[in-house]
């Protein structure tokens, strides 16, 4: 897997190569629920991240007698906090980056929150897989970063778009399953209306809704 990094300099704005941002979605339960019988047990309403994959990939990696893992977790760079899901089956790993300062992200939350529950759908044009988990409504750690700006010299879209391309967000979910070996990962930002401005907003940044060949992820 090669791992390509945005040149960005620091002092100033972005070059203009084109840098990739992968994006997932924010769907809803309701809109899967005749494709997949975890889904038609959610409420409609519930939040589900919809994120395109390789589907050879995918199977290889996660379809089978496999355990998985969902974790949210807070990640700092550059005085900019970030909101980081993941989601592990088999061999398969999802991070989802989210900014704590948009209220339509914590919209999502919330709403997850009063439905206990949360989707994933894995799309391709040769197939489509489901994931669901539950999400307590007690309040949780992460909930401290509630509607908290960038207080560094990147706001949220740098950072994230630089996380993307580099391997600390891999190290830092390292061994979420012991002992298996993550063989395909997906990084992606959540595109909510604001986050996906601020993409679009930064030269040469291209928001990729589809999934990379592995050579490129």
């Known amino acids: 897997m090669s791992n390509f990094v945005p040149n960005l300099n620091m002092d100033s704005q972005p070059n203009s190569d084109y840098v990739p941002v992968y994006g997932a979605l924010i769907d809803r339960a309701g809109k899967f629920s005749e494709l997949f019988e975890d889904a038609a047990t959610m409420r409609p309403g519930t939040p589900v991240f919809a994120t395109a994959v390789d589907p050879d990939s995918f199977k290889a990696a996660a379809i089978g007698d496999y355990d998985y893992r969902f974790r949210i977790a807070t990640v700092e760079n550059l005085g900019c906090h970030l909101l980081v899901f993941c989601i592990q089956v088999g061999g398969a790993q999802f991070i989802w980056l989210a900014d704590p300062a ?12 009063a439905e206990q529950g949360l989707g994933f759908a894995f799309l391709s044009a040769d197939g489509a897989w489901f994931q669901k988990m539950s999400v307590p409504r007690d309040k949780a750690p992460y909930e401290r970063l509630r509607g908290k700006k960038a207080s560094g010299i990147m706001p949220f879209a740098y950072v994230a778009m630089m996380l993307m391309h580099d391997d600390e ?4 979910f390292e061994g979420m399953l012991p002992g298996v070996e993550v063989s395909y990962r997906r990084i992606c930002v959540l595109l909510t209306s604001e986050v996906t401005k601020a993409v679009e907003s930064i030269p040469g940044a291209v928001i990729e809704r589809a999934a990379p060949r592995e050579t490129e992820s």
């Open 102 to 113: 948009d209220p339509e992200f914590w919209k999502m939350i919330d709403q997850a929150k």
């Open 169 to 172: 967000l891999e190290k830092h």
